[in-house]
């Protein structure tokens, strides 16, 4: 494309000498270089371009991935807490509706406390009435021992061991070989 002859002087031309053939050559040289420097920076940048693109997601995507991984589980969790959360929270409203089953189930306790305290003062009234009789006892058995006299168990009697009247009513007053304990 370029000429490396003389410059060439076309007829009809003024000739304003050597020198300006040269410069316009110079300029056209100058401007067809920039030129095809530009056409190829041109067709090759989208390819540099998509090079870049392509090693910048190389290097990101592993990373990224991890990460969204990450946030997958950590979203999981707290829509679990979110659920365990709302489920409480129902719980305790539900709560509040039963207060009266509570209020009832207190009432039902303070009355079971009260019948075994009842209970457990009628056993200890009666093991105190076995152990020492009552004085109520005591005079009607002197109010008849004073009808019937001195021979209705007043004087010791001979031990018979077939009459079942005279067996000792409970194991502490036996003693020996069925011997009566003083």
């Known amino acids: 494309m370029y000429r490396t002859g003389p410059p060439v002087v076309m007829q009809g031309e003024p000739s304003t ?14 401007v067809t270089e920039r030129f095809a420097e530009n056409l190829h920076i041109i067709a090759n940048e989208p390819s540099l371009a998509l090079f870049r693109i392509q090693e910048h997601v190389r290097k990101t995507l592993p990373p990224l991935l991890e990460k969204k991984h990450e946030v997958q589980g950590v979203q999981e969790r707290v829509q679990g807490s979110n659920f365990d959360t709302e489920y409480a929270i129902n719980a305790v409203k539900s709560m509040h509706g039963s207060k009266i089953h509570f209020q009832n189930i207190q009432d039902l ?17 009666k093991l105190q009435q076995k152990q020492k009789p009552s004085m109520y006892t005591r005079l009607q058995r002197t109010n008849t021992m004073d009808i ?20 000792p009513r409970s194991a502490s007053l036996v003693g020996k070989k069925g011997e009566k304990s003083n």
């Open 17 to 30: 000498g050597d020198n300006i053939p040269s410069e316009v050559d110079h300029k056209v040289r100058k």
């Open 109 to 125: 306790l303070k009355n079971a406390m009260f019948m075994k305290q009842q209970i457990h003062y009628e056993y200890q009234r």
């Open 148 to 167: 019937q006299g001195p021979s209705c168990g007043d004087e010791p009697q001979e031990e018979n061991p077939e009459s079942s009247d005279e067996r």
